[in-house]
């Protein structure tokens, strides 16, 4: 008798089972490897110890020339619950949000989820409290922008089904290809415009008025969200720099911990001091993030920025 496939975590294989239930295409084993870190044979097996669990797991068509695997006509949601620390995540993110629309359905999200989750109630809601209450934030001064939930929806919708949509931004009607969000202090939509051709652009959500969604439909051929935001250091984008910090030895501890950049590579110098190198474009947030930090660091390279962020300290001093 052959012995059944087994994989000796069952912690993966049950989470496993959820990431494959979330896709509605499925999962790859490429998808499977790089998600729990483990070679192609390892997620193999992985994904033949959760069919011995589950035979409704079966290969899905798709277009893409790769064997995709997921839950045929089935559910595995009352295998699902949501601990007081997911919870409380969403909570802690709604709390912060400036978007009191965005607030509203966050706020309505968690009702949901919470009703989903009935079973040992009292015990959920007394762990999200504490955690509340043990995990506090700054308030922050910054200008709060009203967009509505169906404006938002309108971009979703457009997004996911590549359907441009119409609106005035600056007073001038426009015909926009939505491509994706970025949420920052403000949200931005990333966006080609069909009057100006293939170029993408970042958009203020909330100062287009009477956004529509249309029938026309466009190719958003290889675009990829999180690509392009990679290639910049905030939202604005431009020519890609290499960029060059140096960090004091008083706050070398302090970057050690800060993620500045997906591209970003560290060295501990000597002296005791750091140095954080860096492909990005966005020049003016590299300055004004550099400016946060102090006299303890500086800008080594490109000598252009180093310029720049000289001239914005004396500017700065000359309006003061």
């Known amino acids: 008798m052959e012995d059944k ?5 069952v912690s993966d294989i049950l989470d496993l089972a959820i990431f494959m239930s979330s896709k ?14 483990v070679s192609r044979r390892t997620a193999e097996r992985m994904r033949d110890s959760l069919t011995c669990i589950f035979p409704q797991v079966d290969e899905i068509e798709s277009n893409d020339n790769q064997k995709h695997w997921g839950f045929i006509n089935y559910s595995i949601s009352s295998l699902i619950s949501f601990t007081p620390k997911e919870l409380a995540n969403i909570e802690q993110y709604q709390r912060r949000t400036t978007n009191k629309e965005l607030k509203e359905e966050l706020g309505k999200t968690v009702e949901k989820i919470k009703a989903f989750n009935r079973k040992n109630q009292n015990t959920i809601e007394n762990n999200i409290e504490l955690i509340l209450e043990t995990e506090g934030y700054a308030v922050r001064q910054m200008p709060q922008y009203k967009i509505s939930l169906d404006t938002l929806g309108v971009i979703r919708e457009a997004v996911q089904h590549s359907k441009m949509v119409e609106g005035t931004y600056h007073n001038k009607k426009r015909l ?12 931005y939509l990333i966006a080609r415009e069909k009057a ?6 970042n958009y203020l959500l909330h100062k287009f008025e009477n956004l529509k969604l249309t029938d026309k439909v466009f190719d958003k051929g290889d675009f990829n969200l999180q690509e392009y935001t990679n290639l910049s250091f905030g939202v604005y984008h431009g020519e890609i720099l290499n960029v060059k910090l140096s960090f004091s030895p008083e706050l070398a501890q302090d970057a050690l911990q800060y993620n500045f950049h997906p591209t970003q590579k560290v060295k501990q110098e000597k002296d005791g001091s750091l140095t954080v190198s860096f492909k990005a474009s966005g020049d003016k947030e590299i300055i004004w993030h550099v400016f946060k930090w102090g006299a303890g660091c500086k800008i080594l390279a490109p000598k252009s920025l180093k310029e720049e962020y000289k001239q914005y300290l004396e500017d700065c001093l000359k309006n003061n």
Do not use: A, F, H, W
Not at 24 to 37: D, K, L, P
Not at 196 to 201: A, D, H, L, T, V
């Open 196 to 201: 100006k051709g293939n170029e993408i652009y």
């Open 176 to 187: 926009i290809e939505p491509l994706g969000m970025i949420y920052g202090d403000k949200i």
């Open 5 to 9: 496939p087994r994989y000796s975590r």
């Open 24 to 37: 509605i295409q499925g999962v790859t084993i490429s998808e499977i490897s790089e998600r729990y870190n």
